[in-house]
């Protein structure tokens, strides 16, 4: 069974840029989170999609969407980066939403996102 | 406050126990509590989870405090490929909501 995949591996992009990043998950999971992990702040929940319906949502600006299409993939969109959005974007796929009991997440290899 | 707390890091030796503590003290009786470990250059995997009572499984033990306020993750024999940051997560039941550690890096002696 393929792994999460995610991709690009890395971006480089400009301040004012935006960005599209994908995660395919695991063959029969129907649930993605996103994460972001920096340096100073560790890692910090995005949001969650469970069935093309986000479930629920971190403390982020709305600069930070996404979506979900019907086979599961899910695509994360960031408009307007900033410095402070340079960081490693995890995506993880489960069969069930949360971490439910016995519902463990899978993690990509993550996206690396440099802004300059 | 909904936080996890954890120490920024721990060092061991290989072949020692290891206990990593998490403090959540304001976990409700429905939150369960999750630990992930994430080696370099890869993404966070599984370790282990619980509620109330004390779990083990091939990779850990997890420990539960009584006021379920902390709890301790136990490596039995470190090995050098333990060496990861170890997250503790606290996952809030109703609001869906996962809250992280800052994560302790565990480095492991040889």
């Known amino acids: 069974k393929a792994g999460v995949t995610q991709t690009p591996r890395y971006l480089i992009k400009t301040r004012g840029q935006q960005v599209t990043l994908s995660c395919s998950p695991i063959?029969?999971?129907?649930?993605v989170s996103w994460y972001q992990q920096t340096p100073g702040q560790g890692l910090q929940f995005l949001f969650e999609y469970f069935s093309e319906t986000q479930r629920n949502k971190g403390n982020f600006p709305g600069r930070f969407s996404g979506r979900q299409f019907s086979n599961s993939r899910s695509e994360m969109n960031v408009s307007t980066l900033e410095l402070g959005d340079s960081a490693l974007y995890l995506c993880?796929?489960?069969?069930?939403?949360?971490?439910?009991?016995?519902?463990?997440?899978?993690f990509g290899p993550g996206t690396r996102l440099t802004v300059l | 406050d909904a936080k996890t707390t954890q120490p920024n890091s721990m060092e061991s030796n290989e072949e020692e126990p290891v206990h990593l503590p998490c403090n959540h003290s304001?976990?409700?009786?429905?939150?369960?509590i999750h630990w992930y470990r994430q080696l370099p250059s890869q993404g966070p995997e599984y370790v282990i989870h619980g509620l109330t009572s004390n779990v083990n499984n091939r990779m850990a033990s997890l420990a539960i405090a009584e006021d379920r306020k902390s709890s301790t993750l136990i490596l039995h024999r470190a090995t050098l490929r333990d060496a990861a940051v170890y997250y503790c997560?606290?996952?809030?039941?109703?609001?869906?909501?996962?809250?992280f550690g800052q994560g302790t890096r565990l480095t492991i002696n040889p």
């Open positions: 063959s029969g999971h129907r649930s």
């Open positions: 997560i606290r996952e809030i039941q109703g609001a869906q909501k996962l809250v």
């Open positions: 993880a796929s489960s069969s069930q939403p949360g971490l439910a009991v016995g519902n463990e997440q899978f």
């Open positions: 304001t976990i409700s009786g429905t939150d369960y």
